[in-house]
């Protein structure tokens, strides 16, 4: 199972985001790209990097930054946020990014996910925010999209999508433990590999999420993120149970 770290860009800064409402983000660190290089030396196998301007306010300011901190690392970088048509998509792809997350566009236009399989089978990874009735919320989860996590599951896999990310919508990580019900039913329902993309709780929550097992199937990877800058847990401490199993 990989380790991602997350950082979340706002007006060129990193931000946390305590209930998930940019509006309320707090700053973190002025130089994304020394907290990228950070998470790395810490022991992240991978990066989990969210445009929260591009996502909000349709502005792009950030993505000269998302090239610096993927030319900045030597682990992969997966990029979210106001990716909403292919010409975005292959910029950031021609910038180096590893994978490319699609959330609220997946589920309005899955005709262009169709296409964006098609053309970059590898790269495209569907990121799904999933209430406790299973229904998917978007535009910052503050939509019912009348789509149902086993009916986004069954035809997002068809297009061809590389893997998916699987949250809570309307969770606070640091307040209650992860979902695992919908975790597992994701694993049972999807071929692809399937990421837990709401941050755990504690220590003890990010161990259940790595034994979490369904239909002989376990999660893909974790993102962490703000629960380590809290001190619930360090990245060291989440990189030994990793190797401990």
Known sequence: MDLY?????????????????????????????GRARSWVAQGADRLHVVDLDAAAYGDYEN????????DAVDVPVQVA????SPSEV?????????RIILGTSAIED?????ELCRDHPDNIVVSLDVRPDEEIAIRGWQVDSGVFLEQALIDLSSAGVAAFLVGEAGRDALASQSN?????RALSLADEPVIAAGGAKDMADFRSLAALEESGRRLDGVIVGREITEGRFTMAEACRALKEG
């Open 5 to 33: 770290a997350r950082i979340n860009l706002l007006d060129g800064r990193a931000v946390r985001l305590p209930k998930g409402d940019v509006r309320e983000a707090i700053a973190l660190d002025a130089d994304p790209i």
């Open 63 to 70: 993505r000269p930054l998302i090239k610096d901190i993927i």
């Open 81 to 84: 946020g106001g990716i909403r």
């Open 90 to 98: 292959e910029r950031l792809l021609g910038y180096g990014a590893f």
């Open 110 to 114: 899955q005709l262009m996910v169709w």
């Open 180 to 184: 695992y019900g919908i975790l597992r």
